[in-house]
């Protein structure tokens, strides 16, 4: 980084605390830069390992609770095992309402 670039980064990054970025913010900031996946492969290879493996335990941990508690909501919103199938496998609400409907109607 050339010193008028060392600049310009560093007025951004005061503009950046003024406005007391959040995480969210920075990372549709990187987004619409196009750094996102540069900056997760920079941090990545940066970062104590230990620190990237607490990460992904993490998150690993909240998408198994994320999909128990989305195959509970199924279980004990579904009429019938047909309908839980169909919630299980993806299919949106209205087609398992209208499908619902023309079982009803025969």
Do not use: C, W
Request: hydrophobic share 35%; proline share 2%; net charge negative.
């Amino acid at each position: 980084m050339n010193k008028s670039e060392k600049v310009i980064a560093d007025m951004i990054v005061e503009q950046l605390k003024a406005m007391e970025v959040d995480g969210e913010t920075m990372q549709y900031i990187l987004n619409k830069v196009g750094m996102d996946d540069q900056m997760h492969r920079q941090l990545v290879m940066t970062i104590p390992t230990e620190k990237t493996l607490e990460l992904l335990k993490e998150k690993r941990e909240l998408s198994y609770q994320k999909e128990e508690e989305s195959l509970a909501n199924i279980m004990f919103t579904s009429e019938t095992p047909e309908q839980l199938k169909r919630e299980f496998e993806g299919e949106s609400d209205e087609e398992i309402e209208a499908e619902r409907k023309k079982d009803l109607e025969k």
